[in-house]
């Protein structure tokens, strides 16, 4: 596929903020793929309207192009100098519609002197695949000698885009791509293209949040069906979508929930999800990066301390003082973010990992097992010490007892409480 015909859609998704008329201009782009049955390009254009090259999960390089070495191509490219398109950029916002003013502009001077042909001069030649390729050389270019080369293939990328595909194509370096399309609004779109009902949007959302690579889900949509993206799991290594909590009045929890549930303590830390496959221990942030090198201390309590082979749970870090008595605010954690002289300041501010919430164990999924089974199994599992507990829990049956938790949980140096519901589906 050539980049215009994505760039065109870029352009159709920036027209509006109205969601159900970009769940259109999505659905009628997949559409047409589907009739000329090409989807070779799936999954790079997925990570292309999500903005970037790859997944998070796979913590690709960025690009790393300053703004000062596009304007450099810009301005090898047009004729135009440096300080001139830095006037233009002030006025235009962004990198990306500067470079389409100034290129269109180009394009409408060249068009004077070729009034006798009929043909837009667009030079719109660049496939998607080849911009990818070029994209990431770009991110992996480093280096002495990188400055020239990746200056070399940018100006031979814009060369080969029309005005309109420069503009996207600088948004997407610079990580400003502005669409307003999120990935669920994308989940959508593919989902009314390729079952043709709205409904079955729910079999991609779970299998998205099982395994955090849209492209790959949409490649097994496209060329497998919907019965194989049902297959999607939670798999070692892969970290999956954290749950996002709501707030709510403390008044609605009974009626929404029901009695009885289960109160936690909302913890003042960083969350984490734990891979633990033999003696490897792989922390996952709830950005889904790899942390692991912060925690040497939790890694290796984890190792000693969980009595499983394989196994995937979640947790909150918490920094304690040197009697683990007390939890300490999240700004004295923040320390252990230091990529240097990591087991010093491993020892200046202790931590422990509060254990909440068990995902799988072995080869079995406990994603779709009721609360009160997953926190039993973790009991089971996990041999508590200073550094590695369970999280506080409690049945609650009425409103007092939850308000009586929450002063509690407050006193004692936490955020407040999370509410979960234990009936079989939670």
Do not use: W
């Amino acid at each position: 596929m050539k980049f215009n015909k994505l760039s065109q859609l870029f352009s159709d998704l920036e027209s509006t903020t109205k969601r159900l008329e970009m769940i259109d201009f999505l659905s009628k782009f997949f559409e047409d793929l589907k009739e000329k049955e090409d989807y070779r390009d799936i999954d790079k254009i997925i990570y292309l309207l999500q903005g970037q090259l790859t997944p998070n999960i796979k913590q690709f390089p960025k690009m790393g192009l300053a703004e000062k070495m596009i304007i450099e191509a810009i301005s090898l490219h047009s004729g135009i100098n440096s300080k001139r398109i830095k006037e233009i950029l002030i006025k235009q916002g962004d990198i990306g519609a500067t470079a389409e003013f100034i290129l269109s502009k180009k394009k409408k001077q060249k068009s004077l002197f070729d009034y006798n042909k009929v043909e837009e001069i667009s030079g719109s030649s660049l496939e998607i695949l080849e911009l990818y390729s070029e994209l990431k050389k770009i991110a992996l270019t480093e280096g002495i000698g990188s400055h020239d080369t990746k200056l070399g293939i940018l100006r031979g990328l814009i060369s080969k885009c029309s005005p309109l595909e420069t503009k996207y194509l600088l948004r997407i370096i610079t990580s400003t791509l502005r669409v307003g399309v999120q990935s669920q609004t994308i989940i959508e779109g593919l989902t009314l293209a390729f079952t043709g009902k709205r409904d079955n949007k729910g079999v991609i959302e779970r299998a998205y949040s099982l395994s955090p690579d849209l492209g790959e889900i949409s490649r097994i949509l496209v060329e497998k069906g919907l019965v194989e993206v049902k297959k999607v799991d939670i798999e070692y290594g892969t970290p999956i979508l954290s749950m996002l909590a709501s707030r709510e009045i403390y008044t609605e929890f009974t009626n929404r929930l029901g009695v009885p549930f289960v109160a936690e303590y909302k913890l003042d830390g960083e969350r984490l999800q734990i891979h633990k496959v033999g003696e490897n221990i792989t922390l996952f942030s709830r950005r889904l990066l790899d942390i692991s090198f912060q925690y040497p201390d939790v890694c290796k309590v984890i190792r000693e301390n969980v009595k499983a082979n394989k196994v995937i749970f979640e947790g909150e870090v918490v920094a304690m003082d040197h009697f683990y008595e007390k939890m300490l605010p999240f700004q004295v954690l923040s320390k252990r973010r230091r990529k240097f002289d990591v087991e010093d300041i491993s020892k200046e501010v202790p931590v422990c990992l509060f254990v909440f919430d068990l995902l799988k164990f072995g080869e079995e999924s406990f994603v779709d097992k009721s609360l009160s089974f997953r926190r039993k199994k973790l009991e089971e599992i996990i041999d508590e010490k200073d550094e590695l507990r369970l999280v506080k829990s409690v049945l609650i049956n009425s409103t007092e007892e939850l308000l009586s938790f929450f002063n509690t949980a407050r006193k004692e140096g936490n955020e407040g409480i999370m509410a979960k519901s234990i009936q079989e589906n939670s």
